[in-house]
């Protein structure tokens, strides 16, 4: 089945300054990526999503870009904000059985003022 | 987006007795329904598909008995913990497919924590 490793666990960055998050997923027939924003004691929140045919996504300070062949993707925050400080989570969706996301370990990402 | 209401946010429980969990899809219809649990400071993991008017496809190593789930609408499943016991306590999340979503976008409800004593 499908395994998605994401990095870093922790990353810490000043305000203003970019963050990115990467993430490996295995199984080649996946194509649905999202990436998920979890504030503490709360669901998480779809924050953007990118399919297998696209190779960039971008919204406002958030972008996703997408390596097929490499099966990595990445999120990128710009300009960042304290609000922005929370744990993001990537996901692979294998097209096998339901359609069940697999999600990677999640980062800590802490703004400093 | 659409939104996923999950209902209570947090309860606290007596070892032995059940609880039920609510997840309703407020704004769309979702003939899939998928429940999590998610440890502290660990990624969800997926327990169980609740596909409506049918029974739920639970993930290995997650025991049916002990996770009632019921879907007996388009817009409403529920998750019950049979008596419970601490290591049972956790946080579960409810999602829902929203299918008018050309990319099928999976949407979240707020979270249930539970915990046993």
């Known amino acids: 089945g499908e395994n998605v490793e994401q990095h870093p666990s922790t990353l810490s960055v000043q305000e203003g300054d970019s963050a990115v998050i990467k993430c490996t997923y295995s199984?080649?027939?996946?194509?649905?990526f999202p990436w998920y924003k979890q504030e503490l004691g709360k669901g998480p929140q779809l924050i953007i999503d990118i399919r297998s045919n696209v190779g960039e996504k971008k919204d406002q300070r958030i972008a996703v870009t997408l390596n097929k062949t490499a099966k990595h993707f990445s999120l990128h925050i710009t300009e960042t904000q304290p609000e922005d400080s929370a744990v993001y989570f990537c996901a692979a969706e294998s097209i096998q059985g339901a359609q069940k996301l697999v999600f990677g370990q999640g980062t800590r990402l802490t703004i400093n003022p | 987006g659409a939104v996923v209401s999950q209902h209570p946010s947090r309860v606290i429980c007596k070892s032995g007795t059940s609880v039920k969990i609510e997840c309703r899809s407020l704004?769309?219809?979702?003939?899939?329904m998928f429940w999590y649990r998610q440890f502290p400071k660990q990624s969800l993991m997926l327990m169980a598909t609740s596909n409506e008017g049918s029974k739920a496809t639970y993930e290995q190593g997650v025991e049916k008995d002990k996770f009632l789930i019921n879907h007996a609408s388009l817009t409403l499943s529920t998750l019950t913990v049979t008596s419970a016991h601490p290591e049972d306590s956790s946080f579960y999340i409810c999602?829902?497919?929203?299918?008018?979503?050309?990319?099928?976008?999976?949407?979240f409800g707020s979270g249930t924590q539970l915990s046993v004593l």
């Open positions: 704004d769309f219809q979702a003939t899939t």
């Open positions: 999602s829902a497919r929203d299918l008018s979503w050309t990319n099928e976008k999976l949407f």
């Open positions: 199984d080649s027939a996946s194509n649905y």
